[in-house]
């Protein structure tokens, strides 16, 4: 079985950061992408960022230039760093990855980590 843990979620003001990890385990053959996914009260859940296992980065543009993705995929942990807070920034992000499990053959899932609630209020 495989698992997602997030962590680092939080209430931080306008301007301010907050860096949010996530770890996989559980039997695991490959990961071959990471990311992290939004959503925010009445919206639908939104792309923020994703990382391969050769390092390749995507943002959405609204938080491109704030956002860092990082981490290391192959040995299943990423962050994200999240800089120059926004009030619409309001949302719980899941951790998101295309993992290959030990015994699936080729076969990839999708699995996603339960969620961490970050919360921008002055």
């Known amino acids: 079985q495989v698992r997602l843990v997030e962590s680092g979620g939080g209430l931080v003001q306008p301007g301010g950061s907050l860096r949010l990890s996530c770890a996989a385990s559980?039997?695991?053959?490959?990961?071959?992408?990471m990311g992290w996914y939004r959503q925010a009260p009445g919206k639908q859940r939104e792309l923020v960022a994703t990382?391969?296992?050769?390092?390749?980065?995507n943002y959405t543009i609204s938080v491109k230039g704030r956002f860092t993705i990082s981490g290391d995929v192959a040995k299943n942990t990423v962050y994200l760093q999240m800089n120059s807070l926004k009030l619409e920034d309001t949302a719980i992000y899941y951790c998101n990855a295309g993992i290959i499990p030990r015994g699936a053959g080729r076969t990839e899932y999708t699995y996603w980590g339960q969620g961490t609630q970050v919360t921008v209020s002055s």
């Open positions: 559980g039997s695991i053959f490959r990961i071959n992408a």
């Open positions: 990382i391969t296992s050769g390092g390749s980065t």
